[in-house]
């Protein structure tokens, strides 16, 4: 399939919209971003255009010529069903890809969510939270997180430079937003230094250096 006019729908600080530029990176394709201003007044996800095209107004949201994928892990498994590029992000063997996703979700499905920016705006809004406690909130939630993610790499005989073996995978796309995030609200990584050394490998690599979000096209 050709990779011709596939277009990301991006907020440059949103760590969903981010796996999925490593992603795109990783697989050599070319695409062209369409910033979503998050934080402005209102909030651009919430226009009625926008709306239309994702219900849940979030980001990211890929278009594929005529398709419209949204959910990061979605867009990225379809990529890489879709897309031969230059790597697979998921290994060949069922065992293993279940191991990639159980880390990759353990970011996505349990730590993500509960520290975005919509959950810390209703903190702020329907129960007045000060900001010093919604950094506390979202320090306990991925610290929580990324003790056990440490302990599985640990346990695991394939982690090697990356989370699985000596090759990036779809746990090392998510791993990576998730440590700017931990560093954004103050996480001593010191805590976990298997994450911090894959995550040192990881940036060495130019596709998630071009996907870091002070590199994209919309940052301030």
């Known amino acids: ?98 191991r990639v996703r159980g880390l990759a979700q353990i970011v996505v499905c349990d730590i993500h969510p509960i520290g975005n920016l919509r959950v810390l705006q209703y903190l702020e809004r329907e129960f007045n939270t000060p900001s010093v406690e919604r950094e506390r909130w979202s320090r306990h939630w991925i610290r929580e997180g990324f003790e056990a993610f440490e302990s599985l790499l640990a346990e695991n005989p394939a982690t090697g430079q990356f989370c699985e073996g000596d090759d990036p995978s779809l746990a090392d796309v998510c791993l990576v937003p998730q440590v700017y995030n931990a560093r954004r609200w103050g996480v001593d990584l010191a805590e976990f230094p298997t994450i911090a050394r894959i995550e040192t490998e990881c940036l060495k690599l130019p596709a998630f250096e071009r996907a870091r979000p002070e590199n994209q096209p919309d940052a301030p």
């Open 1 to 98: 399939m050709s990779a011709e006019g596939l277009r990301l729908y991006s907020y440059w600080r949103s760590s969903a919209a981010y796996r999925v530029r490593i992603a795109l990176n990783l697989k050599g394709l070319p695409y062209e971003i369409l910033p979503v201003n998050l934080a402005g007044n209102g909030g651009e996800q919430h226009s009625a255009d926008y709306a239309q095209l994702n219900p849940q107004e979030l980001v990211p949201t890929l278009l594929d010529g005529g398709r419209v994928i949204r959910q990061s892990m979605a867009i990225i498994e379809y990529l890489d069903e879709s897309y031969d590029g230059e790597t697979k992000l998921l290994p060949p063997t069922a065992r293993d890809r279940a």
